[in-house]
C-alpha cells in the first residue's frame, strides 16, 4: 500500500473524482498545513504512553492531542469526500485517510513527503519553518524523557527549549544536558537539524550572492531575468521590417 498516494490528488483521480476541479483546489490549500500540524505532534509518536507520567500530567495533554488530531483529521476526510464527485467511491479508494482519522499518529508518515519537499531551491522559508518544528518536538521528547530521570537537569520545558536552541544553534553551554539514552537520541538529532540547517541558509545564501555576480556580469537588474519578452521581440520586429522596407530599391 503507497501511504503517498492516499494524499496526493494524480491527474486520472482528478478526472474522475474531481471535474469541477474542487477536491484538488482544497489539497493544494489544506495538505501543507496538515504536513506542519502533523509535524508539531512528533513527539505523541516518538514517546511511548507510558512515559506521559500521571493522569494530570503530559498523559492528559496527549490524549487531547490525539482526539484532537482525530476530529481535524476526520473533517478533512468529510468534505474531501463531499467535494468528491462519487463520495463512497472516494472514501473507498482512501482508506489510509480513514485509518489516520483512527489513529492520527500515522499522518506523520505521510508529512514526510514535506520534508523531503523542502530541500528544492527556493523553499528556504518553508525549510526554517519544519525545522523549527523538529527542534521543538525535540525538545517535548527529551522534557518528557527527562524531567523525572535521576541525574537529570531538564525538569522543566522551559530548560529543555533553552537546551534545543543552544544545541541546534551550535553553542553548547553545557548547562543542561540529556542523561537518559533516549534524550541523548533525541540530542543526536537535534544535532544533526541544526548542522543541516546551518549548511542549507549557507547554501541558499551563497547561491544568492553567486546569482546576483552572474547578473551584475550579463548587465541585467536582479529581478531581471536577462530574455526579452513578447511585447518587446514584436517592437524589435517591427523595426527589422521597417528596415528593410526603407533600405530595399522598389521594383521598378
Do not use: C
Not at 473524482?17 to 506542519?36: E, H, I, K, M, V
Not at 467535494?83 to 463512497?88: D, E, G, M, N, V
Not at 482512501?94 to 508529512?111: A, D, Q, W
Not at 524589435?236 to 530599391?249: A, C, G, S, V
Amino acid at each position: 500500500m503507497n501511504l503517498s498516494a492516499d494524499i496526493d490528488a494524480t491527474a486520472s483521480e482528478a478526472d474522475l473524482d474531481d471535474p469541477s476541479g474542487r477536491l484538488a483546489a482544497y489539497l493544494g490549500r489544506t495538505q501543507t498545513p496538515l504536513d506542519l500540524l502533523a509535524l508539531m505532534t512528533l513527539w505523541i509518536v516518538v514517546v511511548p504512553p507510558w512515559d506521559f507520567g500521571s493522569a494530570h500530567d503530559a498523559s492528559t495533554i496527549a490524549w487531547i492531542v490525539r482526539i484532537g488530531l482525530s476530529v481535524v483529521y476526520g473533517l478533512d476526510m468529510a468534505i474531501r469526500s463531499v467535494l468528491a464527485k462519487r463520495h463512497w467511491r472516494y472514501i473507498r479508494r482512501h482508506p489510509v485517510g480513514l485509518l489516520v482519522v483512527v489513529i492520527p499518529t500515522l499522518r506523520v508518515i505521510l508529512s514526510l513527503r514535506l520534508v523531503r519537499s523542502l530541500f528544492r531551491r527556493g523553499h528556504l522559508p518553508r525549510f526554517l519553518l519544519a525545522a523549527a518544528l523538529l527542534v521543538l518536538n525535540g525538545a517535548v521528547i527529551v522534557y518528557l524523557f527527562e524531567r523525572h530521570a535521576a541525574g537529570g537537569n531538564i525538569h522543566t520545558l522551559g530548560e529543555s527549549v533553552w537546551w534545543s536552541l543552544v544545541t541546534v544553534t551550535t553553542v553548547g553551554y553545557g548547562d543542561y544536558t540529556p542523561v537518559t539514552p533516549q534524550g541523548r537520541i533525541a540530542a543526536i538529532f537535534i544535532m544533526a537539524i541544526g548542522i543541516l540547517t546551518l549548511a542549507v541558509v549557507t547554501a541558499q545564501v551563497s547561491s544568492s550572492f553567486v546569482d546576483q555576480a552572474a547578473r551584475r556580469r550579463a548587465g541585467t537588474a536582479p529581478g531581471d531575468s536577462g530574455t526579452p519578452d513578447l511585447v518587446e521581440l514584436s517592437r524589435r520586429l517591427d523595426r527589422i521590417e521597417q528596415l528593410l522596407t526603407t533600405r530595399l530599391p522598389e521594383p521598378h
